[in-house]
Nanobody, 118 residues
């Protein structure tokens, strides 16, 4: 079965850190662009970060630049999103997909909840 599974979310205090994982099964993730997205309650889903290894490019939304880092471990068929200096406004369900643009993602996994609260 071809799928991406997000994990690593949780409850963290403001200023804390979390590392999210996006693990592929049924295909080799290294051959694909991988994007991280998030959706906060009452808001539209938005792009957070994207990695395109073939072009050697990485994208970050302005709201997370300098705090989040995307990386991939091809041996583990996984892309990570390291999130530091978390803020309340980072609270959302986080998703990964094989695209950088939200409008071109055909289907979504269940995501992983990140809650930043004291």
């Amino acid at each position: 079965q071809v799928q991406l599974v997000e994990s690593g979310g949780g409850l963290v205090q403001p200023g804390g850190s979390l590392r999210l994982s996006c693990t592929a099964s049924g295909f080799t993730l290294a051959n694909y662009v991988i994007g991280w997205f998030r959706q906060a309650p009452g808001k539209e889903r938005e792009g957070v970060s994207c990695i395109n290894s073939k072009l050697g490019s990485i994208y970050y939304a302005d709201s997370v630049k300098g705090r989040f880092t995307i990386s991939r471990d091809n041996a583990k068929n996984t892309v990570y999103l390291q999130m530091n200096s978390l803020k309340a406004e980072d609270t959302a369900v986080y998703y990964c997909a094989t695209n950088c643009l939200v409008q071109f993602v055909g289907s979504w996994g269940q995501g992983t909840q990140v809650t930043v609260s004291s």
